[in-house]
């Protein structure tokens, strides 16, 4: 019976895992496109820049996807981020 108990334990364990890295790829994935789409717009962005938005949430990162639309300087981007840490 402890060895059923063990197993079941070892497999939501691993699911726990998964679901973390999915969340984790999920994350990086949408900060690696955000920056591409900010580089294509304003040329290369600072690494101080690509930092900050590496620490986005998922949530936060959509909703600079779409801000990012209306941006007309890297200023822009800065002045949202700097929002943003004022919340």
Do not use: C, P
């Not at 059923?4 to 790829?25: D, H, L, P, T």
């Not at 920056?35 to 690494?47: K, T, V």
């Not at 101080?48 to 981007?77: G, K, M, P």
């Amino acid at each position: 019976i402890q060895a059923i108990g063990e197993a079941k334990g070892e497999a939501r364990g691993e699911a726990r895992g998964m679901q973390k890295g999915e969340a984790i790829g999920i994350q990086k994935g949408e900060a690696n496109l955000v920056i591409r789409q900010l580089n294509r717009r304003f040329g290369e962005i600072s690494s101080n820049l690509t930092e900050q938005l590496r620490q986005l949430s998922v949530e936060q990162l959509e909703n600079l996807a779409e801000a990012l639309l209306d941006f007309q300087t890297q200023e822009d981007l800065s002045n949202w981020l700097e929002t943003l840490n004022n919340e």
